[in-house]
């Protein structure tokens, strides 16, 4: 079991940046993978981008060049740093950690809205 805390959401202007944490409760080596996706107004929730406990990085294509994730294994957190935001980045922010190694996510974090206006 885990639990997830993701905090840094806001509103900010289109060319902005935010970085966004996702806190776990236990040690980030013994989980799969951690991931960030989002659910804009009206869509299905995606995968924005995703970290194994190797390290391994995976991106939308949507974002790739703009957003970057990393871990601090010290503070079993995973964060998303987002550069040049634009309006179609809209939405919650959810964290997701696949704990059994099914290549799915099993825990969810409560999600943190992230508005980019034009």
């Known amino acids: 079991q885990v639990q997830l805390v993701e905090s840094g959401g806001g509103l900010v202007q289109a060319g902005g940046s935010l970085r966004l944490s996702c806190a776990a409760s236990?040690?980030?080596?013994?989980?799969?993978?951690i991931g960030w996706y989002r659910q804009g107004p009206g869509k299905q929730r995606e995968l924005v981008a995703r970290i194994t406990s190797s390290g391994y990085t995976h991106y939308a294509d949507s974002v790739k060049g703009r957003f970057t994730i990393s871990r601090d294994n010290a503070k079993n957190t995973v964060y998303l740093q987002m550069n040049s935001l634009k309006p179609e980045d809209t939405g919650v922010y959810y964290c997701g950690a696949d704990t059994r190694a099914t290549w799915s996510v099993d825990y969810w974090g409560q999600g943190t809205q992230v508005t980019v206006s034009s």
């Open positions: 236990r040690s980030t080596f013994s989980i799969n993978f």
